[in-house]
Every structure is written in structure tokens, then in C-alpha cells.
């Protein structure tokens, strides 16, 4: 009973998608015979054909097994591909081009072998006596041959191509295998080229929607320099993505008090970029209707806890400059200290932390906010943490001492501008850098009260 059971293999071993080695496989289909080679060239044209042809991942499939059915001159073809976990089978038709139930019964040692070995197999039963002895579901179907062989593409192996019948017609020979071989490496080329497709189509509409993200985004922070009576604020945001989590704000609350701005929410890319834009409409509807700050800090908390995911949180700066008055009122939600630079005494001061970083804790109230007795011609700048952690290439951080010493030396010059200020800090701060691209966010924003 043995004796009946017959398999045929051809010897071949993993091949890279168009390596020379994959040339070669599919020049062994060329056979001497006239007849025969013209219709092998015939079948890997309409295998080609739908490489370039069809997008659709469930159709293009359908088509490769009704192409290799046609071609072998059997009864079922049997498309198995790795789905992550394991082979299963996608798609499943017969000789009439009509799917067949993923449940089948099929030989499933063959597709295993073909899998671990990588090579292609011819199975014959000799008789009506001796069915292929593989699984009892096999059995029953009374099957009479069996071909098999990898789909592979750039080196790896996707999946397998299975065809059987159960008539017991010319026997398959090593030509059929082959080019049933060959047939599967284009096969495997076709899928391939239909996953890199539609992987390139997604990054493209992704890359699409963040690029308008961030012109959304930029189109939120002050374009230009503005000038409050004597006063001239300036800013600069660059994301380290296409989009981030920094923002930064000024704008006259009233006739008499400037609001300045600056927050970093935690993460990078389009949660964060979401977030910061709901923290910006809050901020602006909260400054414009009230006279003080107090209360702010717990309104934007509860509003941020409820809203974020774990582990997320926003720190936040923001500022009235009270210009009769000569104050300055803050508020510090766990945001990188910003500088009051005085060029007059050249004494630097910088206002801490008065609260958690947003987001973090529920029921929390910041109490009072502080104030600062300060004086015309003084200076505010305020920057992200994107600034002082920037490395160099020795792996040394930017640094606080950095940022004092570009402020005096734009300060002391000729006529110094926020937007001189906030310009030569983010370049000196690109230069400390060595030419590595950001790992965070760099907001800078420049007040000359």
C-alpha cells in the first residue's frame, strides 16, 4: 500500500523577491518543448497581469487561484496565508470559479511540510484501492493528486499554494511543478506589491492629514511679533514631528493687561496636537472673561482629567503683564521656570512651580495666584523643556546657563527685539545640538515688558 503513495519534490531553497536565484526558478519552466514552453509563458503573463491590474486584496487573490486551477487543469485550488499567528486559508474556489467553505477538508501535513522545507511537492495516489493517506478528512475525499508549493516574496514566506483533484487524469510531472513553482513566487509578488500599495496609499493619506494638521496648528500660534502699547512679545514653535504638543499664546485680555502663554503636553504627535488646541480655546475664553487668575488653574484641571488618557498631562505657564499697575500675575502648573531678566541690574530671576503639572490630580486648587512687582523694559521669556534638554552629540543637555547667557547677549545689543531674542536662542540652541534632529518640541516665547 506504500508503494502507491508517491511524492515528488523539487529541490529549491529560500530565494529573495527578484533575486537572480528567482530569475533562475522561473527560467527552469523553459522545457525544449515548443507546445509546452509557449503555454508556461502564457500562464506567468496572466500571473503577472494581475500584479498590475487589480487593488483589491480579496479579488486579486480569487484570481490567482482561478489562474493556477486553470493552469494545473484541477479541481481546487487553496490560497493559505500567514495571518500573524498562524497559515490559514484566505481563499478557497473550485474549477467552476466558485468559493468554497474555509472549512474544507484538505490535506493539511502537505501545506505544513511545504511550509517548513520550502519546497514545492507533487502527491499521486496510483489506484482507486490507496487514497492518500495524510488525514481521515483526505481519505474520505478520495483525493488522486495533490501539487503544493511556497508563495514567497523578498525572502520570506507568505503563505502556500494548493491545488488537488479527485479524477484521475495525466499525472503531474517535475515540468507542471515547476511552473506551478514559478506561478507562486509571482504569486507571492503579487500580494506583496498589493500590501506595499495599500501601506504607501495609507501613509500618504496619513501624511496628508497631518500635514493639514499642522497648518491647522500653526495657524493657531501668533504669526509675527505684536506690540502692546511699549510692550513687544515674540514667539517660535517647532515641532519635532509634523505636528506637537507645545503651544504658546499672547493677546491683549484688556485695554490695560497682556496675556503670554506657554504649555507642553506630554507625548508627541496628533493626541497631544489635539489636546493643546482644546487647552488654547479654553485659555482664551477663561483670560477674556475674567479679572483675575485665580480659579483658573482648577477649572483647566478638572477639564484635563476628565479628558485625558493615563499618563498623560499638560504643563502650563500663563501670565497677566499689568501695565499700570507695574505686576505681573502667574500662574506655574509644573512648566519649565521662565526668566524675568532685568538689563538695568542684569539680574536674572526665575518663577517656579506654584501647582502640579495639569491632568494629574483631580480636586486639586492652586490657591492665590503670585505676583511680581516689575518694571518697564524688563524682559520674560519662557521655553519648553525642549530647549535645555537638547543634547549635543557628547550627550551633554543645552542647560539653563546656555539660555541666560543668549538673553544677555541679545539684550546688550542695539536695539534688542523679542524676535531677535527668540531667533538667536533656537539657533544657538540647533548649533549646541551638532545637527541631531530634536527629540522634543522647541517653543520660545520673548516679552519685552
Given at each position: 500500500m506504500a508503494d502507491n503513495?508517491?511524492?515528488?519534490?523539487?529541490?529549491?531553497?529560500?530565494?529573495?523577491?527578484?533575486?537572480?536565484?528567482?530569475?533562475?526558478?522561473?527560467?527552469?519552466?523553459?522545457?525544449?518543448?515548443?507546445?509546452?514552453?509557449?503555454?508556461?509563458?502564457?500562464?506567468?503573463?496572466?500571473?503577472?497581469?494581475?500584479?498590475?491590474?487589480?487593488?483589491?486584496?480579496?479579488?486579486?487573490?480569487?484570481?490567482?487561484?482561478?489562474?493556477?486551477?486553470?493552469?494545473?487543469?484541477?479541481?481546487?485550488?487553496?490560497?493559505?496565508?500567514?495571518?500573524?499567528?498562524?497559515?490559514?486559508?484566505?481563499?478557497?474556489?473550485?474549477?467552476?470559479?466558485?468559493?468554497?467553505?474555509?472549512?474544507?477538508?484538505?490535506?493539511?501535513?502537505?501545506?505544513?511540510?511545504?511550509?517548513?522545507?520550502?519546497?514545492?511537492?507533487?502527491?499521486?495516489v496510483s489506484s482507486d484501492g490507496e487514497v492518500l493517506d495524510l488525514t481521515r478528512s483526505v481519505a474520505s475525499m478520495r483525493l488522486r493528486q495533490v501539487m503544493c508549493a511556497p508563495v514567497r516574496a523578498r525572502g520570506k514566506t507568505l503563505g502556500v499554494i494548493y491545488v488537488d483533484s479527485t479524477l484521475a487524469g495525466s499525472p503531474f510531472t517535475a515540468a507542471d511543478l515547476m511552473l506551478f513553482h514559478a506561478q507562486a513566487g509571482l504569486m507571492g509578488m503579487a500580494i506583496e506589491n498589493n500590501r506595499l500599495f495599500h501601506e504607501t496609499l495609507e501613509s500618504r493619506t496619513m501624511s496628508q492629514q497631518l500635514g493639514v494638521a499642522r497648518v491647522i496648528q500653526q495657524r493657531l500660534l501668533p504669526k509675527e511679533a505684536v506690540k502692546f502699547g511699549r510692550s513687544l512679545l515674540a514667539g517660535v514653535s517647532d515641532a519635532a514631528h509634523t505636528v506637537g504638543g507645545d503651544y504658546f499664546d499672547y493677546f491683549a485680555i484688556d485695554p490695560g493687561r497682556i496675556g503670554l502663554v506657554i504649555g507642553d503636553v506630554s507625548g508627541h504627535g496628533i493626541g497631544p496636537a489635539l489636546i493643546m488646541s482644546n487647552v488654547r480655546a479654553h485659555l482664551r475664553s477663561l483670560l477674556q472673561?475674567?479679572?483675575?487668575?485665580?480659579?483658573?488653574?482648577?477649572?483647566?484641571?478638572?477639564?484635563?482629567?476628565?479628558?485625558?488618557?493615563?499618563?498623560?498631562?499638560?504643563?502650563?505657564?500663563?501670565?497677566?503683564?499689568?501695565?499700570?499697575?507695574?505686576?505681573?500675575?502667574?500662574q506655574n502648573a509644573g512648566h519649565t521656570?521662565?526668566?524675568?531678566?532685568?538689563?538695568?541690574?542684569?539680574?536674572?530671576?526665575?518663577?517656579?512651580?506654584?501647582?502640579?503639572?495639569?491632568?494629574?490630580?483631580?480636586?486639586?486648587?492652586?490657591?492665590?495666584?503670585?505676583?511680581?512687582?516689575?518694571?518697564?523694559?524688563?524682559?520674560?521669556?519662557?521655553?519648553?523643556?525642549?530647549?535645555?534638554?537638547?543634547?549635543?552629540?557628547?550627550?551633554?543637555?543645552?542647560?539653563?546657563?546656555?539660555?541666560f547667557d543668549a538673553i544677555r547677549e541679545v539684550v546688550k545689543e542695539d536695539d534688542p527685539t523679542p524676535t531677535k531674542l527668540v531667533t538667536r536662542l533656537k539657533a544657538v540652541c540647533e548649533s549646541h545640538a551638532e545637527g541631531l534632529p530634536p527629540r522634543d518640541d522647541v517653543t520660545i516665547v520673548a516679552a519685552r515688558l
Open positions: 503513495l508517491q511524492v515528488m519534490t523539487l529541490d529549491t531553497s529560500p530565494m529573495p523577491w527578484l533575486s537572480q536565484e528567482e530569475v533562475d526558478r522561473f527560467s527552469e519552466c523553459v522545457t525544449g518543448d515548443a507546445k509546452r514552453d509557449q503555454a508556461s509563458f502564457r500562464a506567468l503573463l496572466a500571473t503577472v497581469s494581475e500584479l498590475l491590474g487589480e487593488t483589491n486584496l480579496d479579488r486579486l487573490l480569487r484570481k490567482l487561484v482561478d489562474l493556477t486551477i486553470q493552469t494545473t487543469g484541477t479541481e481546487r485550488g487553496i490560497l493559505m496565508l500567514h495571518d500573524g499567528q498562524d497559515f490559514e486559508i484566505q481563499c478557497a474556489r473550485n474549477k467552476d470559479g466558485r468559493n468554497l467553505d474555509p472549512d474544507l477538508p484538505m490535506s493539511r501535513s502537505i501545506p505544513r511540510s511545504v511550509i517548513e522545507k520550502n519546497k514545492p511537492v507533487i502527491a499521486r472673561t475674567r479679572r483675575s487668575l485665580a480659579g483658573l488653574y482648577g477649572l483647566l484641571n478638572r477639564a484635563l482629567c476628565a479628558d485625558l488618557t493615563q499618563g498623560m498631562f499638560v504643563s502650563l505657564f500663563v501670565c497677566a503683564y499689568d501695565r499700570k499697575r507695574g505686576v505681573l500675575e502667574y521656570p521662565p526668566i524675568l531678566y532685568d538689563p538695568e541690574t542684569d539680574t536674572v530671576r526665575t518663577i517656579p512651580a506654584t501647582a502640579p503639572a495639569l491632568g494629574i490630580i483631580d480636586e486639586i486648587s492652586a490657591g492665590p495666584c503670585p505676583t511680581i512687582a516689575v518694571r518697564e523694559g524688563e524682559w520674560v521669556v519662557c521655553y519648553t523643556d525642549g530647549v535645555t534638554e537638547r543634547h549635543s552629540r557628547a550627550g551633554e543637555l543645552f542647560g539653563e546657563q546656555r539660555v
